[in-house]
C-alpha cells in the first residue's frame, strides 16, 4: 500500500510539473527580425558596404597587377630559356618565385583570414550590429521574448506571421543612437 502511494504520489508530481513546463511553453513570446531588412534600412551600413567594396576593387587590381607581373615575367623566362646559361637560368627563376611570394603575401595582406579587408570590415560593420544586437536586446527585454530568431540567417524558417515581425521596431529602437531610413520609406527585397 506504501509503495503503491508513492507510485501515485510520483506520478503526480511528474504530471504536474509536466503541465506547469507546458504552460510555461505556452506563455514565451517569439518574435523574428530580418537582418537584410535591417541593415539595407541604416545608411551607415550601406555607406560602410560601399567603402568595402571600393577598397576590395582597388586592392584587387593591385593583386591582379602582381600575379600579371609574375606571368609576364614567366613568359619571358620560357621564350629566353633556351639561349640562357644555367646560372642565368636558376637567378631568373628565383626572381619569378619571389615575385610570386610578393603577390601571395599582398594578396593574404588584404584578403587573408586577419587581412585589411576583415580588419576594416570590423572596424565599419562591427559598430553597427552591435547596435542592431543591443536594440534587440532592448526590445526583448522591454515586450517579454524569450527567442527572437533571424530571418535572414538561413536557419528553417518555413513560415513566420508578419505579426511576430519587430524588424521596424528594431529599426525606430536603433534610430535612437543612429540614422535609419524613416518607416514610410522603408523596403523589403
Known sequence: MKSRN???????????ALFAN???AQNQKFAFVDSDYLLTNIPEYNDAQEELNALSTKWEAEVTKAFKQ??????EYQTESV?????????KE????????????LQMKYFGPTGDLYKKREELVKPIQEKVYNAIQQIAET????????K????SMLYASPKLDISDEVLDEIGNVMQTVRREDRKRK
Not at 6 to 16: D, E, K, N
Not at 83 to 91: S, W
Not at 152 to 155: I, K, L, Y
Open 6 to 16: 508513492l507510485l501515485l504520489a510520483s506520478l503526480l508530481f511528474i504530471g504536474t
Open 22 to 24: 507546458r504552460l510555461q
Open 70 to 75: 609574375v606571368e609576364d615575367m614567366y613568359k
Open 83 to 91: 639561349l640562357l646559361p644555367q646560372d642565368l637560368k636558376k637567378k
Open 94 to 105: 628565383d626572381e619569378i618565385l619571389k615575385k610570386e611570394k610578393e603577390a601571395k603575401d
Open 143 to 150: 515586450r517579454n521574448y524569450a527567442f527572437i530568431f533571424d
Open 152 to 155: 535572414a540567417s538561413g536557419a
